[in-house]
């Protein structure tokens, strides 16, 4: 089943833009990941962050979470063209099985 | 970095065949395999997950006699589509986590197989 829900589902800014990019989960978790999916390929780890921390960064990645509101955010600053893709949030709640639950994704569009 | 292969990465496939789908991890061992399904412009959903010389466990809803899964070796997972359904037409993805000690939660996917079934 489909733990996380994402929005927007589509967002379309110019290039140097900020992006902004919203994931909310249902359960407790033990970690939750940001991946990215460029058209009809494979899935790229972006960040993980850990049920313990609050914030995160990785180059011109901002990651966020909130365990109260059960909710992460992603940012990605000053962005490029070659940052259109699709974005998910996956959550672990597994324990140690490191099952993830996906998110619908938010699909990125940055116009040059 | 580490590596994840799949093979095919695209099978057209006649109605009622059976299709394998391999998933290797090139450099490093992997314990536990991943299987995923996605369907254009959806999410990933979770089928099984695979172990290595056990039986894989299934998510709900996920036929097991369908969707035929081998973790034989600890580099190699095996999904099977077998009698192969215009409906089973989708991407199908592997992930491998890194048994090393310190990255467990770490997944690597490949980069999906698509399977079209006629």
């Known amino acids: 089943s489909q733990q996380g829900e994402e929005d927007p589902q589509a967002l379309s800014i110019q290039e140097g833009e900020n992006a902004t990019m919203n994931c909310s989960y249902k359960t407790s978790i033990n970690n939750l990941q940001w991946y990215r999916q460029n058209s009809g390929r494979g899935l790229v780890h972006l960040i993980l962050i850990r049920s313990n921390e609050r914030e995160k960064h990785s180059g011109r990645l901002r990651v966020t979470l909130d365990t109260s509101k059960k909710s992460s955010s992603l940012l990605i600053t000053a962005s490029r063209a070659a940052d259109t893709a699709s974005y998910f949030c996956?959550?672990?709640?597994?324990?140690?099985?490191?099952?993830?639950?996906f998110g619908q994704g938010t699909t990125l569009q940055v116009k040059p | 970095g580490a590596v994840v292969s799949q093979h095919p990465s695209r099978v057209i496939c006649k109605s009622g065949t059976s299709v394998k789908i391999e998933c290797r991890s090139l450099d490093f061992q992997a314990t536990t395999m991943f299987w995923y399904r996605q369907f254009p412009k959806q999410s990933l959903m979770l089928m099984a997950t695979?172990?290595?010389?056990?039986?894989?466990?299934?998510e709900q809803g996920v036929e097991k006699d369908k969707f035929l899964i081998n973790h034989a070796s600890l580099t190699l997972s095996t999904l099977t589509v077998t009698s192969a359904h215009p409906e089973d037409s989708s991407f199908y993805i592997c992930s491998a986590r890194d048994r090393a000690a310190g990255t467990m939660d770490t997944q690597y996917f490949g980069p999906g197989t698509r399977l079209t079934v006629l």
């Open positions: 996956a959550t672990d709640s597994s324990g140690n099985t490191g099952k993830l639950i």
């Open positions: 695979s172990n290595e010389g056990s039986k894989a466990t299934y």
